[in-house]
Every structure is written in structure tokens, then in C-alpha cells.
């Protein structure tokens, strides 16, 4: 394994403090997640890279070669008995694996825009942007909670059936050979979810027992929830339930607006014709 | 009719004897046994491949994927309101249940609540879901160990169930009623009273099965001390629902987790059972269904009036960021992590189903167990296929 780099120096530094992002405490603070984070840092020390607790949860970022130990420390130190799932991300922004939904996303944009203002009165939707909300790393892909600064991602959830406190561990892989350490000898279900895992994103799980695949023929080449996989269904032939996301007609508007039993009829006199 | 003599029964006994002796010594050569992937106690296509060495299981290995569907792939190519019809099929005796907590993780990050009523009526078809479910379990756990009276009375009175739901949402099996801030409709004239009385009859059928299954001698025989889970290794493998409850351990996340549904309303108990065997699951499932009709009964007496649905734009995009929802689902655990960087569908989306995690402790459990007993075990876990392969 590569050494780690002396600080956390791929992580935006714009926006972003190295050691850790903290939730602007806008809400009561969470001092029960709070303390797990807390107690995981002086385990894991300069290896836990960034944490976020919102909306009731909580993101810990660890360096890749305290994989292990955080799982570990998860388990003996905060109680987590549980193993809820452990999976992955490709943060790569998808070439075209959806082009439909892009298309519309621009042409749906201005109608969605002239809807928005009748919306906020009923919900401040202009609330302020949660902590929640991803990151963009330097190199312009946009990166989820608690940040991270490459490519891939692997993601393992937690839970004490004690306490009912859940947390959500993510570790940044190597763009070209993304590998980690087996937690499976921790949580002896994380067993599967590895082979899920490894043939699914082709994440290497060294110290694994039986690394081998788990749905896929064993023949199978590729890794399919990667996002550069082709979805080839959708090459041969584009995705027919486009029409799902096509305006209502003006004739039906009234009439649904009537049952929704939503507000007055405003939105519709708004709504400018497409 | 010859009359054996004292010499011909001293010769018998002492081949017998030698043979014993030949067998001790000889080491028996391990026999592999495949259990599926068409076998009726694994409800759909699952390979037990079981290395055995006599009667007893040696060594154990689970083939899973013959129905494999990629969701996870596909909901990256839909939209929002599309995919709840995708998720539908995951868990296909409880699509309702299934339809839930990815509603409720895209609500979560739209910071948006459906209405009361709403959330009352979600409640409801989740707790028919699960007695629909587990109560097809509690007749077809009884036909894996041989009787099979109880397979139709539970197809019967299940049917009462399914017509419930088929009359407010469209579907038997597939209801796809669930929306992002509702539901499709509310409910029909006269469903209130109608549902009422099934569920009298579905507590009818529980007292039947308690007396015919769970109090049957036979069944008792074939299912105590039979594939017990500690709790330490349940937890550890992610077994859920009731199959960890059956272990002794007291988590429910309808009453954990604060949820917008409407579990804290109402008054019921958790069942768990300490002994963790076959037994326990079934026996708990048992309570568990009953506990529900009394919970839809509760729910249908304090439904609140009002809107169905809440106001939501109607081209739906949500905006970015990480969620992860889980609820209490008949099977277990069911969650979704739902990433989302503002379009109209999700970036990615895992979906952590509950049989998944509760087929995977199989291995550990098969070891040292017996063959007629492995039948017994992989009912009593209860799996569903599109929720091992997804």
C-alpha cells in the first residue's frame, strides 16, 4: 500500500479545514453522535479524516490504511455489535448512463424554475444548504458527505442494537487499484457484502478468504456498478418510461391541483405555457 | 418359521460386530449434497451446496445470483417515481413494505413530510404487508417439516389480506402506491369496516396455527435446539427482524427509530423469544403477526382526516446529498442509501435488503447440523429470493 501522505493533502482545501468538518451548528448539537465521533478520533488519531453529523447521522472519513482499526475500534470501542452493510461508490460522473433523464433535466429546468416560486411559501425550501451537502473536490467531480478526494469510495455501515446509534464509515480508494483491507474477520457478515463488492466495483479485499463471486457467473468480466460499465439495455434501446417525466397537460392540471388539495389555484396561472 | 438357534444368533452378532469394527476404522469418504437450486425450501432458486460426511453437514456453501437483476444498476437510469416500482419486486410477498423506506430516504433529503393521514395509511399497508407475508411463512414453514394442512389454511386467509390491498391500491402483490410526499389514492368506501373483519380472521387463523403448528409435537421435535443463532454472531452477520429477535435481543426499529411513520402511536409490545432456534423464529413471527392486526386495528380506528398528499414540485429532482433510511421490514432490516447530486434520479442507490445479510449466516450455521434439519433451518430463516439477489 502506498504510504499515506503526510496530511490530508488532496482534500479541498478551499472550503474545507483538514482535520474536521463539522456540522455549523444550526441545531441543538447531537452530543450522542458527537461523543462517538469523539471517542473514534482519539482511537483512530490523524487517521480519521473528517466527520459530519446531520440530520440525525453520522459520516466518518478514515484514511484507507486504518480501514481495519476503525472497524475494529467501531466494534469494541463504540459498542457497534451490529453489521448493517458494507458497499461502494464510484464518484466518476457518469459519462452518459442516463441521457434521457439529461435531456429532460435541461428542458424540464425552466418549467421546474417558473413552478419554484409558489413553492417556498407552503416549505422554506431556501433553507439554508445542509451540511449535508457533497463536496466538490479539487478536480471538479462532486464528492458526497464528509468529502473525499478520489475516485472510489467503500462504505460500511454500523449499528448498536444498545444505544440504536448508527454510523457510516467511508474510506477513499486508489483511483487505479482500489484496495482495502478485509473487515470480515471483524463482522463475519461483511464476508458476502466484500464478495458483493469486489465483483461489483472490483475493489480488492486483501486478507479475505474466499474473495470469489458471489451473483455473477465466475466467467463474467467487468465490474458492473461502476459507472463507466455500460447500462447496454439502455444503448440498444432508450429508456421507454421517459414519458413519466413529461408535463401534465393543462386540461388535467386544474383537476389534480383540485384533488391534491394543496393550496389555491395559483401555481397554474404561474405556470407559463411550455 | 425356522427357530434360529443360539449359534446362528452368536454368528449374527458377531459379523455385526466385526462390520462395526471395519466402519470405525475406515474413514468415510465426504459426500457432496446439492440442495437447489429448485428446491421448494429455498422459495425460488438458491443453491445449498453442502459437503457431508454421513448425516452430518461438514461444511456448507451458499450459491446465490440465479436471480440476480442488478436494481441497483437500474436505479441509476430512472427517475425518482419510477423506482418504486423497480423496488417493488425486491421483496415480492411485502412490495409495500418494500416501497417505504426509499420513499422515506428521498424525502429525507428533500426535506419534505407527507400529511398525517398519509403517513397513517403507510403505516397500515406496512403491517398488512407483513401479515400478508409472514403469514404465508406460517403456513409454509409448517410444509417444509411435513405437514401441509396449514400451507393452505395460511394461502386462504392470506387471500383476505391481498383483496384488502388490491381494493385501496390496484395491486395484489405489486401496489406501487407509495409517493414522494403521499400516496396514490386514499382509501374506498367501506374498506375501513371490511378490513376489520379480516383482521379478526387473521387473528382467528393465529390461534389456529398457535394450537395446530406451534403446539404440535412433531413440529416441536423437528425445531427446538435446532439451528440456533447466538445473538453475538447474529449481530455480527447483520441477521435481523425476527429471526435476531428469536435470539433474544430486544431491537425493533419501528419502535427504535424515530420514523415518520406512526409506530409510536400506537400501543403494541416486541416479541423476542431467548433460545434463538428454529422454534424461536417461528413462535416469534407467530406473535409478531398477531401483534399487527391489533396495530391495523388501532390505526384504523384513529385515522386522522385530512390531505393524502403534500406539495411536491411536479417534476421531481432532489436535492444532493447522502441518506440512508431503514425500517423494520417483515423479513428484517431493510435500508437505502440513496446518494443524490441533484437530478432526477438517484446517483446511486444500495440497497440493503434484510434476507440478504440473513442467508449469509447459513455457512457458519449449517456446519455440524443434520441433513433433515438443513430443510428446517432455511425455512425458519425465512428468505425471499428477490431479496437475497436483488
Known sequence: MEPPPSE??????????????????????????????????????????????????????????????????????????????????????????????????????????????PEPEAEPEAAPEPAAAPAVAADGWTTGVAGGDTRFQVLLRLYSTATHLGITLKA????????????????????????????????????????????????????????????LAREVKPWPGIVDVELIPESLEAKLEAAAGGGPAAPESSEPAE | ??????????????????????????????????????????????????????????????????????YEKLTEVRTYPQVTTLINRIDWLSSFANEVPFILAAEKLMEIEAPPRAQYIRTLFFEMARIANIGLFLGEMALQVGALTPAFYAFRDREFVLNQIEAATGGRFHPNYDRLGGLKDDLPKGWIAETQAVMKRIREFCDELEGLVAGNIIFERRCRGVGVIPAEIGKAFGVSGANIRASGVDWDLRRDEASPLVWKDLDWKVWTHPDGDSFARYWVRLQEVRESTFMVDQMLEGLPAGSIQAKVPRIIKVPAGEAWVHTENPLGEMGFYIVSQGGLGPFRCKIRSASFNNVSVLPWLLKGTYVPDIITILASLYFILGDIDR
Open chain 1, 172 to 231: 477513499d480508494l486508489d483511483d487505479d487499484d482500489p484496495r482495502v483491507t478485509s473487515i470480515a474477520d471483524v463482522y463475519g457478515g461483511a464476508d458476502w457484502h466484500e464478495r458483493e463488492t469486489w465483483e461489483m466495483f472490483g475493489f480488492g479485499f486483501e486478507g479475505h478468504p474466499n474473495l470469489l463471486h458471489l451473483y455473477l457467473p465466475s466467467e463474467f468480466e467487468g465490474f458492473p456498478l461502476r459507472k463507466d460499465f455500460p447500462l
Open chain 1, 8 to 117: 490530508v493533502s488532496r482534500l479541498s482545501s478551499a472550503d474545507t479545514p483538514t482535520a474536521e468538518v463539522e456540522a455549523p451548528d444550526e441545531a441543538p448539537v447531537d452530543t450522542a453522535r458527537q461523543a462517538l465521533v469523539d471517542r473514534l478520533a482519539s482511537e483512530l488519531g490523524d487517521a480519521l479524516l473528517a466527520s459530519v453529523i446531520d440530520k440525525g447521522d453520522v459520516w466518518v472519513r478514515v484514511r484507507p490504511d486504518a480501514w481495519h482499526a476503525a472497524a475494529r475500534a467501531c466494534r469494541d470501542t463504540l459498542g457497534m455489535d451490529y453489521f448493517c452493510f458494507l458497499s461502494g461508490i464510484d464518484w466518476m460522473p457518469s459519462a452518459a448512463p442516463n441521457p434521457e433523464v439529461a435531456d429532460v433535466e435541461v428542458e424540464g429546468a425552466e418549467g421546474d424554475d417558473a413552478e419554484a416560486p
Open chain 2, 1 to 70: 418359521m425356522t427357530a434360529v438357534t443360539d449359534r446362528q444368533r452368536l454368528a449374527y452378532v458377531n459379523t455385526q460386530a466385526s462390520e462395526a469394527r471395519v466402519n470405525v476404522e475406515l474413514q468415510t469418504e465426504d459426500m457432496t449434497l446439492n440442495l437447489g437450486p429448485q428446491h421448494p425450501a429455498t422459495h425460488g432458486t438458491l443453491r445449498v451446496v453442502a459437503k457431508l460426511d454421513g448425516e452430518q453437514v461438514v461444511d456448507a456453501d451458499v450459491v446465490c445470483g440465479y436471480m440476480h437483476r442488478g
